[in-house]
């Protein structure tokens, strides 16, 4: 007897949880379903007859078209059905009885006021390089700044990245609006802004789309203009960990807390554990009066009729379209196929669609209502479920997360990977085997929603590691390992 989960009632699969053999038995509604293939764990078999050109539903949505016949106890994947979407289509606003619900509650973490209002859920000090040739040197003046650091800082951190310089045009707004999202992010206390001086991103310019700055929070350094910016550097350093040594964690409540949504290496266990977790937990950060936001828009094709129909009003609707047919125009003016998704590894853990992979990746914003929707490098302003633009890949979505003022990162993945961004990046386990085996990597495990525990004490145990991220009491597995990356979506003529 085989162990498999059917999502939804209308669904035309089930997917099992463990390996099928040939010949083993599906005990469905009181009928018996005998394998009729080796089928792997995460995988599809189908429990209705499907016939060619037909929808195949899961999660009670189409996922793609039969290419042949499918006979029941089959199973399901790339040879027998393809995609159903096809082109950027036309959609038409509907205005929905939508009730967002809401907490007053007095729930709360321990996080850094600045100065200007904002919330910092970290201590640390940045190094912010505005062009990629001082890089190494940025390097450098990590190492030492880590030498100047008090206990009441987290660290010295700086974000290597090839651009700002011979770049024109959008590319180099782009670099611009990331980097200045992270020079006003609140988890750095202290900021060092680096330029070279005759890069086309030159401090003077990057100052402009700073304003206003505080100097005590910011400090620049031009290292053409001195003898040895090292030690320039470290003076610098210095002052802003002195400026930063006057914060103290106090009660902030959950109100102020941004979490950014991601997911990266999905299997088919991310549309059943991992997502929907991250699903429930921004509906409760959104009805205490938090903020979530989420990107990786190529990620919302087949399934974004979903979010459109909680768009808070027409001009949110409208940016949500946009949001996905401007996406789809850019895959068109570079003669890619829109569809080109998912990927191997995707495949392997059993996702054959973009549709299937799309209906488990927008479970991440769960069903709060859509309040906003952000460009590349803009900041969320309103509370609530905010959409962004941003691809899929893993480093450049968590970097514009982060750009977008996303205290964390709730990172789900089914196949693993050791990737952190520049803010806290939690990764979530859709199954307990890579749990068990990339503990080093995973900071929760959603597996045991299939296993031994129920949802609710596991949607409690999340919740409190959020509250325990954000107070500090829980350091994230990328930031023990030192992983802190960020990429820069580009897409023009580099001189």
């Known amino acids: 007897m085989s162990q498999f989960i059917k999502i939804n009632k209308e669904d035309d699969v089930v997917v099992l949880l463990a390996d099928g053999v040939k010949g083993d038995t599906i005990s ?12 792997p764990k995460g995988h599809k078999v189908a429990v209705k007859e499907i016939s060619k050109g037909n929808d195949v539903l899961k999660y009670g949505y189409s996922i793609g078209k039969a290419k042949e016949n499918i006979k029941i106890g089959e199973w399901i994947h790339s040879h027998n059905m393809s995609t159903g979407l096809d082109g950027i289509l036309e959609y038409e606003f509907n205005k929905n009885d939508l009730n967002q619900p809401k907490r007053d509650e007095d729930i709360f973490f321990k996080g850094y006021v600045r100065e200007n209002g904002d919330v910092g859920i970290r201590n640390e000090i940045w190094v912010i390089n505005t062009v990629g040739c001082i890089n190494k040197t940025c390097a450098l003046l990590v190492k030492e700044g880590n030498n100047l650091i008090n206990d009441k800082v987290d660290g010295v951190h700086y974000f290597e990245h090839p651009h700002g310089c011979s770049q024109l045009g959008s ?38 789309i700073l304003e206003p700055i505080n100097h005590n929070r910011i400090k620049f350094l031009n290292i053409q203009d001195v003898e040895d910016e090292i030690e320039e550097g470290k003076k610098l350093i210095s002052e802003l960990v002195e400026y930063a040594s006057k914060f103290e964690r106090e009660d902030v409540h959950i109100s102020k807390l941004k979490i950014g949504l991601k997911c990266g290496g999905s299997d088919a266990f991310s549309g059943i554990t991992a997502n929907p977790l991250l699903g429930r937990l921004s509906d409760e950060i959104v009805a205490l009066g938090g903020t979530s936001i989420q990107t990786e828009v190529p990620e919302m094709f087949g399934a974004e009729t979903i979010l459109f129909d909680r768009a808070v009003n027409k001009d949110v609707f409208d940016k949500s379209v946009d949001l996905i047919n401007d996406f789809k125009k850019y895959f068109i003016r570079y003669d890619q196929v ?35 929707v952000l460009g590349y490098g803009e900041r969320a302003v309103k509370t609530g479920l905010n959409l962004l633009y941003g691809p899929g890949n893993d480093q450049v979505a968590v970097t514009v997360l982060a750009a977008a003022g996303a205290h964390m990162v709730l990172f789900t993945t089914g196949r693993g990977t050791p990737f952190g961004g520049s803010v806290p990046t939690l ?46 009491d829980y ?18 003529v580099t001189l």
Do not use: M
Request: some cysteine; hydrophobic content about 30%.
């Open 28 to 39: 469905l509604d009181d009928k018996n379903i005998t394998l009729l293939q080796d089928t």
């Open 427 to 472: 990764k979530i386990s859709t199954n307990t085997d890579l749990y068990n085996k990339k503990k080093h990597w995973i900071d929760f495990n959603a597996g045991e929603l299939i296993e031994t525990k129920d949802t609710q004490s596991v949607d409690d145990s999340f919740f409190n590691l959020i509250l325990d991220t954000a107070s500090g």
């Open 171 to 208: 590319d180099l707004e782009n670099t611009r609006k990331i980097l200045s999202g992270l020079v006003n992010h609140p988890n750095a206390a202290g900021v060092l802004v680096v330029g070279l001086g005759c890069e086309n991103n030159t401090l003077a310019s990057f100052k402009e």
């Open 338 to 372: 829109i569809y080109e998704n998912p990927s191997p590894g995707n495949k392997k853990g059993g996702i054959t669609t973009l549709e299937e992979k799309s209906l488990g990746c927008v479970q991440k914003g769960g069903k709060a209502i859509v309040t906003d």
């Open 475 to 492: 350091i994230a597995q990328n930031e023990r390992n030192g992983y802190r990356e960020i990429s820069i979506l580009k897409d023009g």
